[in-house]
């Protein structure tokens, strides 16, 4: 496969995401083999950046099926094995008209509570359940400031009206025939104690909440509330577990600072607007596609952003600088091209060098540093004047090889290179004691028994503590075995 092979494939897949229309709304017939009912979302992914779709023809038996059947839409949906990253997604069960579905358990008063904050498939499960199940209405408990304050960045989190609004938007999208009673949580029970409610409905993380709901509902001499368990929505990228709000706002975070960063190369080139505005629409697009089996790529470098986009503000941008921004904004993506990744984001850059005419310094700047961040990250084990150093460094390389790294005894510059070449997730060198130092091979060197020496190293804990110490490592740079880069200044 030719670079100007993996170019065409990288502008084909551009025209595919470019094609959709902003909104649709499907019809889908759930009573179909699963098989087909997947094949029909795939295709509707094709359609629209934001997808609106109507179930119907299910008899459900209880709420469990239901939620389960939500569930494997919206991660067939996030899925997205066309590399179409969608926007937004409703999975809606129609209980009226045409082939209406059916759920065969009922109650007056359903209630649920929750943060709400970026509203996301986990939560629209949720809300979908209760709402099938209400008679009469749901009520909705949304998280005020007193429960928000340990939430990881809190930053990014939204305002409580427009989390409510949020909410009663979707639920009237659902059903109109409701009643919506939405009240500001300052505790954890809030309208679940209300004497009339029949359901509680909570996640399968959240089922020790239900049970101190039913706890105080009798210290109140009211009757207990039946429990409905909904099972989580996984995220888009397996490497994200389940779905949710806190990766939610740091990929918010990392998308705002990634509009920064083109900005800046916007700024520079002085590209005019429909140009701009094609290039930050389609980096923003392969930016949010997942990675099978990987943390999101805008995950990987999030830190790298951040830190590009807040020394790039108000400043006035360099060759160095703008390589820096742009090779950040082609490193998040993933283009879909024949052979590796980052064969496909250097054909990337290729169109885009070709379609913002860049200059020869700034493309080969740009470049190399797209190799540097694209290439896996090599961490060295070393123990310095430690009582059983050597046997730490050998616990440390199996937890870490445990982990998903490629562990190298006694390297050397091409026993390193050739990992690098086939790809491993991270590539941990292990020194020999009294052997010369692998610094000069190393993005990070990890050591036992003694201070770092300079600030590229890292001190490690004694035995008892080390397993969890390089599990919090590994997990603070992006490595394990969903993969992903760690923090690495350039």
Known sequence: MTDSSREAAVRGHLMRIASRVPEAEVELDGGRPWSEVATALADAVTLARRLRVRVRNVDFDGAAALATFLQRCYEALQSKAAGLPLEDADVFPCFTGDKPCNLLEAYEWVVLGGTFDHLHAGHKVLLSVSVALAEVGVAVGVSGAPLLVKKHHATELEPWDVRAGAVRSFIGRSRSDVSVLLEELSDGFGPSLRREMRALVVSEETVQGGAAVNCRRSELGVPEIDMVVVPLVAAASAGDGKESSTTIRRRAQSLRALNVCWASVVSELRLDTAMSEKWAVAFGDLARTPL??????????????????????????????????????????????????????????????????????????????????SRPRVIGLASRSCLGGADLVASAASVLQELGAVVVDAPTDSSVESQLVHGAAFVVLVQPVGSDSIEHLCDEVWVFGAEPWNCDEVCLPPHAELNSALRKLCEERGLMKSGGLPHHRF
């Open 292 to 373: 099978e089996h990987r943390r999101s790529l805008l995950d990987r470098v999030h830190l790298e952003l951040v830190d590009c986009a807040r020394q790039g503000e108000g400043t006035t941008s360099t060759t160095n600088q703008m390589a820096r921004s742009l090779a950040l904004c082609v490193t998040c993506s993933r283009p879909l091209a024949p052979g590796s990744l980052m064969q496909a984001q250097l054909a990337l850059l290729g169109v885009v060098a070709v379609e913002l005419e860049l200059p020869d310094a700034l493309h080969d700047a740009t470049r190399r540093l797209v190799l540097h961040l």
